[in-house]
């Protein structure tokens, strides 16, 4: 999802763009949660826009003051079943799904606390591409042919609302000659495509540590942050994470809202873990996580595992 933190720009910058990529292919397996792509730029703009501050206003205990910023996402994400050789996968597994998406939001930074709001509006079913996505990409590598897309849900037009706050560098020290700091976060979904509350912690440990929360991610997750102060020092950090959701919907486990669809009973609490690392130099960031997911579904035969690779960089 959308990553915001107005943080600090160079002066000829026009902007951040990031690039996220996750797979399940650096578990070695093809199923559940299995590909998200996203690109996120985000405007070094010191005056902004008039809706900016209106969207701003629509949250009463956001802040009206402070380092001010916003940004654009555009996404696809694909489930599918655990086999994906199977033309009618069993009805107790998660069915194929897709997700098309694009993201606004706003973040508003004051001291080392980062309150960030963003509207999603997206396609689930054959309209989010995902089955054409899924087979380019197998034929192109030499995979074997998804089968079962034809049973995946039906066309719906997806609505999210997301907002989370975060305190950067809650608890700092330095630990064995380089620096370590902690920064807790809270906030939740609501929409038609996901509804949740969550809340998490991320904690960093390196050198020349960068502005920032963490690298962006696709959502649910950590929001991370889609922007970072730039150095002429190279930095670096490695980082561990833990989140938990409470969850009333998941559009790609409920199935379809208003029609008949393949669905079944999710799991109310999810949990995920992160190990991860970021390398930072001057106007570029480069990141990895490991995720361990736990089971989304009843029945589900074990925790998902996926990783995911961020890029920014300033121009």
Do not use: C
Not at 129 to 141: G, I, N, P, R, S
Not at 187 to 194: E, K, M, Q
Not at 269 to 280: I, N, R, Y
């Amino acid at each position: 999802m959308l990553v915001i933190s107005p943080g600090a720009f160079a002066e000829d910058s026009h902007g951040t763009l990031s690039i996220i990529f996750e797979n399940d292919i650096f578990d070695h397996t093809d199923q559940h949660y299995t590909n998200g792509v996203g690109v996120v730029w985000v405007p070094a703009q010191k005056e902004q826009p008039e809706w900016v501050y209106a969207l701003i206003d629509l949250v009463p205990w956001m802040p009206k003051q402070g380092r001010i910023g916003h940004g654009y996402m555009f996404g696809q994400s694909m489930y599918t079943p655990d086999d994906i050789q199977l033309t009618d996968p069993p009805l107790n597994e998660r069915p194929y799904a897709g997700w098309l998406y694009g993201t606004v939001g706003v973040g508003v930074e004051t001291s080392q606390e980062l309150d960030v709001l963003t509207f999603t509006l997206g396609l689930v079913g054959p309209a989010s591409m995902a089955d054409k996505t899924q087979k380019f990409v197998h034929e192109l590598v030499g995979s074997g042919e998804p089968m079962g897309w034809g049973t995946q849900l039906g066309n719906e037009l997806g609505v999210v609302a997301m907002y989370q706050h975060s305190w950067r560098e809650a608890a700092t020290t330095p630990l064995l000659g380089f620096e370590m700091d902690l920064t807790p976060y809270f906030g939740g979904a609501l929409g038609n495509v996901y509804t949740y509350a969550d809340g998490g912690l991320t904690v960093r440990w390196g050198r020349h540590l960068p502005h920032d929360y963490g690298p962006p991610r696709i959502q649910p997750s950590t929001f991370g942050s889609g922007v970072f102060t730039p150095s002429d020092r190279f930095g670096w950090y490695l980082f561990a994470g833990v989140e938990a959701r409470a969850v009333a919907r998941n559009i790609f486990l409920d199935g379809n809202t208003f029609r008949n669809s393949r669905s079944v009973d999710k799991e109310t609490v999810v949990g995920d873990m992160q190990l991860g690392a970021v390398l930072s130099w001057k106007t570029m960031r480069l990141g990895y996580t490991y995720v361990m997911r736990s089971r989304e579904y009843s029945g589900q035969p074990k925790n998902d595992r996926f990783g995911a690779i961020t890029w920014s960089m300033m121009f």
